[in-house]
């Protein structure tokens, strides 16, 4: 199981917003450049980024920031935020971004989807994020009709990166996340699943560590990171001691 750290932008800062809310505003880091850099130092080996200006408004304040952390780092980068064409995707695909994430548009144009997993097989991620079930859009401000489970369906036809798994109502509140919802997700998607939101210390990220076989690949946290609840090297360590006892338990189980 992986462990993404995450930074999220906001006028080249870096924040954290409660429950998608952009009235309740957090800021942790004003130099989100040297905040990439101390993630991947801890043993980060793929950082999580979100342009939140972008997936409020649709456009790309961030690039420069986004272009000096790119610069500044060599683990792989995903980004979502405010990728709504496909003139968009490449233009950062040619910055070197690792991975791009795609959210209102799997609902509102899912052509666009489809084009460009097809172009860029295993790149492309899609977030479903969701409150009481239904999928949020529009920088979580717009609320769908359409579930998430229904939307993880729809996405079982692409060659996709990964599902990324929100419940607005845990994300930035370290209250846990919606375990049940993330287990129906990924037994839901042929693809792998990606879980955010919610998670606020280390019990949290071995409870999902317990449906890795469902198919958890990754955790993405935030929050629990920059406040201490969570310490990236030890839950690194933590993460890889389950995987090791896991391993061992499967060798005696086994049977000749």
């Known amino acids: 199981m992986k462990i993404i750290p995450a930074i999220d932008l906001l006028n080249g800062k870096c924040v954290r917003l409660h429950q998608g809310n952009y009235n309740e505003i957090t800021k942790f880091n004003s130099d989100p450049v040297r905040q990439a850099q101390t993630w991947e130092k801890q043993g980060a080996k793929r950082l999580h980024l979100v342009d939140l200006d972008g ?4 456009e790309p304040i961030n690039d420069q920031t986004i272009k000096e952390i790119k610069k500044s780092i060599n683990i792989p980068i995903q980004l979502g935020g405010g990728i709504r064409n496909v003139n968009r995707a490449k233009e950062l695909f040619d910055l070197g971004i690792d ?15 489809k084009t460009l997993s097809e172009e860029y097989p295993k790149r492309v991620a899609v977030s479903i994020d969701a409150k009481e079930g239904m999928v949020a859009t529009r920088g979580w401000l717009k609320q769908s009709e359409i579930t998430s489970l229904e939307l993880a369906k729809r996405l079982n036809d692409l060659e996709l990166a990964a599902i990324i798994s929100t419940d607005i109502s845990t994300d930035g509140t370290l209250k846990g996340p919606n375990v049940h919802a993330l287990r129906e997700i990924a037994e839901t998607s042929i693809n792998p699943v990606i879980a955010s939101g919610g998670i606020g210390s280390t019990a949290d990220l071995i409870s999902l560590a317990s449906i890795e076989h469902k198919g958890i690949e990754a955790i993405i946290v935030g929050r629990a990171l920059y406040d201490g609840s969570i310490d990236l090297k030890e839950a690194l360590i933590t993460l890889k001691n389950l995987n090791i006892q896991d391993s061992l338990n499967d060798k005696d189980n086994f049977v000749v």
């Open 55 to 58: 997936a409020k408004i649709g």
């Open 99 to 113: 991975r791009i994430i795609l959210g209102t548009i799997a609902i509102e144009k899912p052509e666009i989807v």
